[in-house]
């Protein structure tokens, strides 16, 4: 198809020349990524230096790698489970039926941050069942304090965006399953939005 | 507030204007609890009955579709809560979104769809259930005119054509008016008066309809001892009720197709504007006392009526209505 050009405009740019203007960067902005660059590379390079470069190759082959790995994997999944199945219907539950409360549910979150692991440590351990003292599945506990702050905030804010109470109100309306089916596909669906990495 | 008992209607009713209608439209669903009072649906109180045995289909304001479905799946979840097979299933979503003019977003989720397009799937899904009672929320509030004008005219066919009661929630006057077989106006959770469009329009029960549905000129008055009005140097008499008391300086309502303009020197206003309307023309007079009316007349003799032309403004003698003076 012809194009038709009016001889009486101003020329434009080409698409070259607007490319090299996107490309080109202040000299401020590259000594700021210079700057930021030296600060997180060093102290990477020094771990690897001190190590030695070799070492990290040596990793797989140590005794007992296999198997902390997959304890670490197995703590990973039980965590993970236990925070998805203690926060998503409490989230859920708080939003639906007691709104007033979220505040405070947010000042109790966030306690895990203020307060210092190691009291936290003591706590869970003086409230833990006497079966997980001693072994290794202690520590999901631990850490699902630790997460709670961040899952809260997360399953919060993915809940915030959903309008759950009309999507729950539709669903009672569709029939009398409808809730508890709705509820159910309402923590899939939060979980799933909420635990996605956010790159 | 006031607790209404909605009759089974052979057509649409609009709820319009006032607070509580959402809160009357919940209460209907069974998502609220009425303080006192009763819901009965084909003579049958169902007041205790919950929402989802209640057999009523719901639109909601805000999109409720279920994110995690594709519009099929949404169409077909409340026929899925039946345990409907399958292929029925399917068989009838599909209907519905050929109905509503879906058929190729059927797999589409409900964040890949518009405003418009979600309404019409919740629509869809609403309907499914087959419903003896269709509640609308305000559904086409948050679209764009043009979206709302096309949606207004599916909805209406949609209803016509499975003739379904349908309660429609609106602060829209407009659309009220052109959509619903009868509309209801809502003042402080108090229905002021249910009527076809045009009845209410024509004889509103109270100023407040008057003044909610259409432009409604205010002008001063006296009543008379005979039970009627003088205004504009004429003395009409006086539709509906009264203002209470020993007052007889009242407010007469009008609309702008019920005043008289004759362009004559010496009149009792003066024309201040012109706005062409295409048949008629609304021609805006100021009258003593610092009163200004709104008059239609047909366009083809507007040009008269230019603005500083001295008028005379004039009641034709149809009953009218008046309220306290303000």
């Given at each position: 198809?012809?194009?038709?050009?009016?001889?009486?405009?101003?020329?434009?740019?080409?698409?070259?020349?607007?490319?090299?203007?996107?490309?080109?960067?202040?000299?401020?902005?590259?000594?700021?990524?210079?700057?930021?660059?030296?600060?997180?590379?060093?102290?990477?390079?020094?771990?690897?230096?001190?190590?030695?470069?070799?070492?990290?190759?040596?990793?797989?082959?140590?005794?007992?790698?296999?198997?902390?790995?997959?304890?670490?994997?197995?703590?990973?999944?039980?965590?993970?489970?236990?925070?998805?199945?203690?926060?998503?219907?409490?989230?859920?539950?708080?939003?639906?039926?007691?709104?007033?409360?979220?505040?405070?549910?947010?000042?109790?979150?966030?306690?895990?941050?203020?307060?210092?692991?190691?009291?936290?440590?003591?706590?869970?351990?003086?409230?833990?069942?006497?079966?997980?003292?001693?072994?290794?599945?202690?520590?999901?506990?631990?850490?699902?304090?630790?997460?709670?702050?961040?899952?809260?905030?997360?399953?919060?804010?993915?809940?915030?965006?959903?309008?759950?109470?009309?999507?729950?109100?539709?669903?009672?309306?569709?029939?009398?399953?409808?809730?508890?089916?709705?509820?159910?596909?309402?923590?899939?669906?939060?979980?799933?939005?909420?635990?996605?990495?956010?790159? | 507030?006031?607790?209404?008992?909605?009759?089974?209607?052979?057509?649409?009713?609009?709820?319009?204007?006032?607070?509580?209608?959402?809160?009357?439209?919940?209460?209907?669903?069974?998502?609220?609890?009425?303080?006192?009072?009763?819901?009965?649906?084909?003579?049958?109180?169902?007041?205790?009955?919950?929402?989802?045995?209640?057999?009523?289909?719901?639109?909601?304001?805000?999109?409720?579709?279920?994110?995690?479905?594709?519009?099929?799946?949404?169409?077909?979840?409340?026929?899925?809560?039946?345990?409907?097979?399958?292929?029925?299933?399917?068989?009838?979503?599909?209907?519905?979104?050929?109905?509503?003019?879906?058929?190729?977003?059927?797999?589409?989720?409900?964040?890949?769809?518009?405003?418009?397009?979600?309404?019409?799937?919740?629509?869809?899904?609403?309907?499914?259930?087959?419903?003896?009672?269709?509640?609308?929320?305000?559904?086409?509030?948050?679209?764009?005119?043009?979206?709302?004008?096309?949606?207004?005219?599916?909805?209406?066919?949609?209803?016509?054509?499975?003739?379904?009661?349908?309660?429609?929630?609106?602060?829209?006057?407009?659309?009220?008016?052109?959509?619903?077989?009868?509309?209801?106006?809502?003042?402080?959770?108090?229905?002021?008066?249910?009527?076809?469009?045009?009845?209410?329009?024509?004889?509103?029960?109270?100023?407040?309809?008057?003044?909610?549905?259409?432009?409604?000129?205010?002008?001063?008055?006296?009543?008379?001892?005979?039970?009627?009005?003088?205004?504009?140097?004429?003395?009409?008499?006086?539709?509906?009720?009264?203002?209470?008391?020993?007052?007889?300086?009242?407010?007469?309502?009008?609309?702008?197709?019920?005043?008289?303009?004759?362009?004559?020197?010496?009149?009792?206003?003066?024309?201040?504007?012109?706005a062409f309307l295409g048949s008629v023309t609304r021609?805006?007079?100021?009258?003593?006392?610092?009163?200004?009316?709104?008059?239609d007349?047909p366009s083809a003799?507007a040009?008269?009526?230019?603005?500083?032309?001295?008028?005379?403004?004039?009641?034709?003698?149809?009953?009218?209505?008046?309220?306290?003076?303000?």
């Amino acid at each position: 198809m012809a194009a038709v050009t009016d001889a009486a405009s101003p020329p434009t740019r080409t698409a070259a020349a607007r490319a090299g203007r996107r490309r080109s960067l202040p000299v401020w902005r590259w000594v700021i990524l210079l700057g930021a660059g030296i600060y997180f590379l060093i102290p990477l390079y020094a771990a690897l230096r001190f190590s030695g470069f070799g070492t990290f190759g040596q990793v797989f082959s140590q005794v007992g790698f296999s198997d902390a790995l997959i304890l670490s994997v197995k703590l990973a999944v039980v965590t993970t489970a236990a925070t998805l199945v203690l926060m998503v219907p409490t989230t859920i539950y708080v939003h639906l039926r007691l709104p007033r409360i979220r505040p405070l549910l947010e000042s109790i979150t966030i306690l895990p941050i203020v307060i210092p692991p190691v009291v936290l440590i003591l706590g869970v351990l003086d409230v833990s069942p006497p079966s997980l003292k001693g072994t290794p599945y202690l520590l999901a506990l631990i850490y699902v304090v630790l997460a709670m702050p961040f899952a809260y905030r997360s399953l919060d804010a993915g809940l915030r965006a959903l309008d759950l109470k009309t999507i729950v109100d539709a669903s009672n309306s569709l029939g009398p399953a409808g809730r508890s089916r709705c509820g159910g596909s309402s923590c899939r669906t939060c979980a799933r939005r909420c635990c996605r990495p956010r790159c | 507030m006031w607790i209404v008992n909605f009759d089974q209607t052979s057509g649409p009713v609009s709820v319009a204007s006032g607070c509580g209608k959402t809160t009357a439209l919940r209460i209907l669903a069974g998502f609220e609890i009425a303080d006192a009072g009763s819901v009965t649906v084909n003579g049958k109180d169902i007041s205790p009955v919950p929402a989802a045995k209640r057999d009523m289909g719901m639109v909601f304001q805000s999109y409720s579709l279920f994110p995690n479905m594709s519009a099929m799946e949404n169409v077909g979840f409340g026929l899925r809560m039946r345990r409907m097979a399958a292929a029925e299933r399917k068989r009838r979503a599909g209907e519905l979104l050929e109905m509503v003019g879906l058929t190729e977003h059927a797999r589409h989720y409900p964040h890949q769809l518009s405003g418009g397009q979600q309404q019409r799937v919740a629509l869809a899904r609403a309907l499914a259930i087959e419903p003896q009672v269709l509640l609308l929320d305000e559904p086409l509030s948050a679209l764009d005119a043009k979206v709302r004008l096309q949606l207004q005219e599916q909805i209406r066919s949609m209803q016509q054509r499975l003739g379904t009661t349908t309660l429609f929630v609106t602060h829209d006057q407009e659309e009220a008016l052109s959509m619903a077989d009868r509309v209801g106006v809502m003042k402080e959770g108090k229905l002021e008066q249910i009527a076809m469009p045009d009845h209410l329009y024509a004889h509103p029960a109270t100023a407040f309809v008057a003044e909610f549905a259409g432009t409604m000129n205010r002008v001063p008055g006296e009543l008379t001892d005979a039970g009627q009005v003088r205004a504009l140097g004429t003395v009409v008499p006086v539709h509906g009720d009264q203002p209470g008391g020993a007052l007889t300086e009242v407010d007469v309502l009008v609309r702008p197709e019920g005043l008289k303009i004759e362009a004559v020197p010496g009149g009792n206003g003066i024309v201040t504007g012109r706005a062409f309307l295409g048949s008629v023309t609304r021609i805006s007079v100021r009258l003593s006392g610092d009163v200004t009316v709104k008059v239609d007349h047909p366009s083809a003799d507007a040009g008269s009526f230019a603005p500083g032309t001295s008028v005379r403004i004039s009641l034709p003698g149809a009953a009218v209505l008046v309220t306290q003076r303000r």
